[in-house]
């Protein structure tokens, strides 16, 4: 069965930065494509970034040039790097196949963005 584990969310000032990661478990991760996700309160579940196999890489608009998604196969780890954070960056992220979501949705990992 397949088990995500995000992790290195946490509390930050505006033009901060973090690194996440999620671990994959019980997949072949390095064929499969890969994505960030998060949701902030009262809105939809939103894709962030998403990196295939191949290592090409895809960006919504709101992040572009402020973030950036990695993937290491030999540890079935899939990172997303966050610098120059604002306020509207705050939400939970979770990692997941990248359109579709194909597995169980993990616990995500709380991004607060606030002075």
């Known amino acids: 069965q397949v088990q995500l584990v995000e992790s290195g969310g946490g509390l930050v000032q505006p033009g901060g930065s973090l690194r996440l990661s999620c671990a994959v478990s019980?997949?072949?991760?390095?064929?499969?494509?890969m994505g960030w996700y998060r949701q902030a309160p009262g809105k939809e579940r939103e894709v962030v970034a998403g990196?295939?196999?191949?290592?090409?890489?895809y960006y919504g608009d709101s992040v572009k040039g402020r973030f950036t998604i990695s993937r290491d196969n030999a540890k079935k780890t899939v990172y997303l790097q966050m610098n120059s954070l604002k306020p509207e960056d705050t939400a939970i992220y979770y990692c997941?196949?990248?359109?579709?979501?194909?597995?169980?949705w993990g616990p995500g990992t709380q991004v607060t963005v606030s002075s």
């Open positions: 019980g997949s072949i991760f390095s064929i499969i494509a």
């Open positions: 997941n196949t990248y359109r579709p979501s194909s597995y169980p």
């Open positions: 990196i295939t196999s191949g290592g090409s890489t």
